[in-house]
T-cell receptor, first 112, second 115 residues
């Protein structure tokens, strides 16, 4: 069975600073996809960034980047220049054969 | 371009009753997935529909069933409701192309309360 662990239930950061959210996963598969999703208080889930396991280069989307360590089964999300609108629940998700597994989430609060 | 829509927004049911939730996918999408998100938890995958067939299923009992229509919209049915079925039910749509099928767009969800 696939598992996803987000060890930080809550994080906080000052506006304009950088924060890193951690995620580890466990699988015996070699071909899979990893995602970070954001769920603001209004609750609609939004895709933040994705990483294909076969790609060594870490994905980047504007202020969001990942540190993908395949051997360590680690997939952390770095948010640079944090903005108030980044306040949300962040979920790490892992996909194998069309079946997704989500972590329990990290609540991020950005303080002005 | 309409995104994923779900109805109703909120629903209150009694134990033992049956409920039907509805989802319309994002325009151009042909695949619909359903999730259960309990309070304080991440979404749990229920099942995915493509070409009107259930393609994959998570670890949910047969009380949870679904349907996909020719226009790609979908329904989630839950029979014999339990208190533990109280949750936010999320629908997500995607396009069934290898690189796109994992990129899902989520709806706002239906909040189901079972009393």
């Amino acid at each position: 069975a696939q598992t996803v662990t987000q060890s930080q239930p809550e994080m906080s950061v000052q506006e304009a600073e950088t924060v890193t959210l951690s995620c580890t996963y466990d699988t015996s598969e070699s071909n899979y996809y990893l995602f970070w999703y954001k769920q603001p208080p209004s609750r609609q889930m939004i895709l933040v960034i994705r990483q294909e396991a076969y790609k060594q280069q870490n994905a980047t989307e504007n202020r969001f980047s990942v540190n993908f360590q395949k051997a360590a089964k680690s997939f952390s999300l770095k948010i640079s220049d944090s903005q108030l609108g980044d306040t949300a629940m962040y979920f790490c998700a892992f996909w194998v054969s069309y079946i997704p597994t989500f972590g329990r989430g990290t609540s991020l609060i950005v303080h002005p | 371009d309409a995104g994923v829509t779900q109805s109703p927004t909120h629903l209150i049911k009694t134990r033992g009753q049956q409920v039907t939730l509805r989802c319309s996918p994002k325009s151009g999408h042909d695949t619909v997935s359903w999730y259960q998100q309990a309070l304080g938890q991440g979404p749990q995958f229920i099942f995915q529909y493509y070409e009107e067939e259930e393609r994959q299923r998570g670890n949910f009992p047969d009380r949870f069933s679904g349907h996909q229509f020719p226009n790609y919209s979908s329904e989630l049915n839950v029979n014999a409701l339990l208190l533990g079925d109280s949750a936010l039910y999320l629908c997500a749509s995607s396009l069934n192309r290898r690189e796109d099928s994992y990129e899902q767009y989520f709806g706002p969800g239906t909040r189901l309360t079972v009393t």
